[in-house]
């Protein structure tokens, strides 16, 4: 458990030391897609001089225009996103509402890198960007958890009353925020949202710790994750490296 608590205690003071005002993206972005949406965005800036009038209006019409390619798309959402225009934030933000299917992410992206550019040049505050694949919502971030039950055995009615009231009553004293909560076969799942300076740990400790009082049907280690929620499959193997081969079925 000691390299757990390493890795919450790292994550927990990373941001204890932001100095300045950090963002948080909302929306769910493949952290893969965010490394592309950067690297793409810096080569823009490199390239593209000062947003003129008719270059701003010409991008504002390509955006709506249902024939423009996905590459230019990408391009015209970037270009906007380094201008450090309010208007091209405006555009931005009014796009990002209703985009096309194939640059979705791509227009959350650039949303967020304007409203970062603006913020620093309009404020001396230092502007720090948060992202994970599973977003965030204020100054929360969103995870994905996974508790297995203990040796395989499915919860009964109680346990399942007690693992609702539990978890709900722990995480929510704490100010997170489930925003789902399924209790399976043989595990539990959750989608949370947590505040960046919460010692989690501690939090599901304590709630695993209260529900064992009623008959230690937890396992008392757990999955957590900000980049993606599991799959079916995926949540199979974790319970298979606990179990062995002996699984029960959803």
Known sequence: MKDKEDVFSKFRDSFSKIDGRFHILEQRVPVELQME?????????????????IEYDTFVDTL?????????????????????????????????????EDVTNWAYMALMESRISLESELSDEKQVYISTGLGGKGEKLRFYMMFPSKNDHPFDDLQRQIIEREFSYYLERENCEIERLTIHDVFVDLIVLIPVRLNIKDVLDKVIEECNLYGNFLYNSYTITNVKELTEEEIRDVLKKKYGNNQAGD
């Open 37 to 53: 949406y950067f690297k793409y965005s810096e080569q823009i800036r490199k390239e593209r001089g000062e947003l003129t009038d």
């Open 64 to 100: 709506n225009d249902e024939e423009t390619s996905t590459e230019y798309k990408r391009y015209v959402l970037s270009s906007l996103a380094v201008s450090r225009q309010v208007r091209a934030y405006r555009a931005l933000e009014n796009y990002a509402g209703h985009s096309s």
